[in-house]
């Protein structure tokens, strides 16, 4: 999340809390999510094809580790007695399968040889045991429960065609219902808002391809750190100008095409991420990734989850903000970023009356206790 301080805010998104509830009463068995039962032995695939992947918000090709863990899991289920079941919040594996699996997963963390090899293997078998879990049960555009979608009620919008997102997103953020950065492919389309999952090789070095051939200046990330030099949008563009600024799509040289990184994580798993991303940059620049701050107000979705403060938003609340501020710098002022924002805007004020509405359905409070937490910036 950002932060609205004068310095920066937080690109962040905190984990959900779960809440207990009586075996007993019917509320607490209306409030439990269904169980997702994934077995060879079903008319269920067997395996995750390229048009199933790229449902979810990409056009990515399978990852290589993830299409192997998802095959392992498969035939370790065919070895075994037990059926792969997922279920309760966050659509974890569970029963006896669960126990078996995770013996023989941590057995392979173990032996992987450095830290790069765990993290692409943690990141990798996060993501298949979520598509897994996710079968028949979200939809694959809004990852929503079916029975909740919200698709029908986005608007679409084209997003300016020099700007380009990048979500950066930790593995437990993918498909999680409440992730809001979803909403910027939803509304603005995959080429203008990227998928980039955290520990898969194949989308990193797409994502940082696209960075080497923009050029340092053409990159910018949205998180706040003490140790990194930020600036303001107003900053970061005063006097910013190109011969192909108001080009027609077809005529902007890749050279042109405005960056903007968005950290999706919880705020603990986004310091690791911005690590990862500095060191990527000093890697292939040999200079800090460039950062930028914002200024905006906190996000409609503050009312149904935890946030660290009150002055921080979630990621597409961090899109709206930058829109709306390089809408303010002179140079930009006629590109109805404005307009852009609203539609964002828009889609979050959807989710969250989607949100809501379930919550209600299954007997669960739509508040939130308000928490305590540490000043993380």
Known sequence: MFTTSSSFRALTMLKNTHHTFSRTTMAAAAAAPPSTTVSIYSSRPTTISLKEWQAWGTDSSMPTQVAQIVDEMMAFEQESDAQMKFGGLGGKLKGDFRTQEEKKHRAKYRSLDDSEQKLHFFSARQIACRLLGSRGYLCQK???????????????????????????MHPKDFLRQ???????????????????????????????????QSGRNNVWCLY??????????????????????????????????????????????????FRRLKERADLVWGDDLPCISLTTGASAMHKLRPQPSWDRTCTAGAAIGLLDELHLVPQFNSLGLDKQAEAVEN?????????????VRMGRSITRAQKHYNDFS
């Open 142 to 168: 809004c990852w929503l429960p079916l029975e909740d979608c919200m698709c029908s009620s986005v608007v679409p919008s084209s997003l300016w065609h020099p700007i380009r997102f990048w979500l950066y």
């Open 178 to 212: 409440n992730n809001t950065g979803k909403l910027l492919w939803q509304v603005f389309g995959i080429d203008a808002a990227t998928l980039c999952l955290f520990g898969i090789a194949e989308h990193e070095e797409i994502m940082w391809e696209a960075f080497m």
């Open 224 to 273: 706040p750190n003490k140790n990194a030099p930020t600036k303001s949008v107003a900053d970061s563009f005063a006097g910013y100008t190109s011969n192909n600024l108001l080009s027609e799509p077809h005529t902007i040289d890749r050279g042109e095409t405005l960056n903007f990184i968005l950290i999706d994580g919880t705020w603990s798993n986004s310091a690791a991420m």
């Open 347 to 359: 889609s979050v004020d959807v989710l969250l009356a989607s949100l809501t509405a379930r919550r």
